[in-house]
């Protein structure tokens, strides 16, 4: 497959990951987590867990415009294939280190977070040849 392909439909499908639901119970999206108040919050990892989400579309709209660039992406497209997929990472495993079941917690994923989470896996192994 051309990498050119390959990385414009991955990079579409993390941005819309990014506004679709994150959990079964509510329709809220990463977007939402995003731009809720936090009422002077001052906990560390609150907001870098909040913040955290931001880099998820972020990566997408880089190798979104690296890849209709000829494949010029900005600071290489490695770190940008890997930056969701650490977000990611750390925000399934932070709740798990602190007790929650990971059984109950994949249960109530909702289409956004699948999204993200398989396409963010796939960004960061598959690498296709120019």
Same mark, same amino acid.
């Given at each position: 497959?051309?990498?050119?392909?390959v990385?414009? %439909?991955?990079a %579409?499908a993390l /941005? +819309? $990951? =990014?506004?679709? &639901?994150l959990?079964? %119970?509510?329709?809220a !999206?990463? =977007?939402? %987590?995003?731009? +809720? @108040? !936090?009422? $002077?919050?001052?906990?560390i990892?609150f907001?870098? *867990?909040?913040?955290?989400?931001?880099?998820?579309p972020?990566? $997408?709209?880089?190798?979104?415009?690296?890849?209709l660039?000829?494949?010029?992406? =900005?600071? $290489?497209?490695?770190?940008w294939?890997?930056? @969701?997929?650490? *977000?990611?990472?750390?925000? /399934?495993?932070? &709740? /798990?280190?602190?007790?929650?079941?990971?059984?109950?917690?994949i249960?109530?994923f909702?289409?956004?977070? /699948?999204v993200?989470t398989?396409f963010s896996?796939?960004? +960061?192994? =598959?690498? &296709?040849k120019k």
């Amino acid at each position: 497959m051309n990498r050119k392909i390959v990385t414009i %439909v991955l990079a %579409v499908a993390l /941005i +819309a $990951g =990014f506004f679709l &639901p994150l959990n079964q %119970v509510s329709s809220a !999206s990463a =977007f939402d %987590v995003v731009k +809720a @108040p !936090s009422y $002077g919050m001052t906990d560390i990892q609150f907001l870098l *867990a909040k913040y955290l989400w931001i880099l998820i579309p972020l990566s $997408g709209v880089i190798l979104l415009i690296g890849a209709l660039n000829n494949g010029n992406y =900005f600071l $290489g497209r490695g770190i940008w294939t890997l930056l @969701p997929l650490l *977000a990611i990472l750390y925000i /399934i495993l932070k &709740p /798990i280190i602190d007790g929650y079941k990971i059984g109950d917690m994949i249960k109530g994923f909702g289409v956004g977070m /699948i999204v993200m989470t398989v396409f963010s896996l796939i960004l +960061a192994v =598959f690498h &296709p040849k120019k």
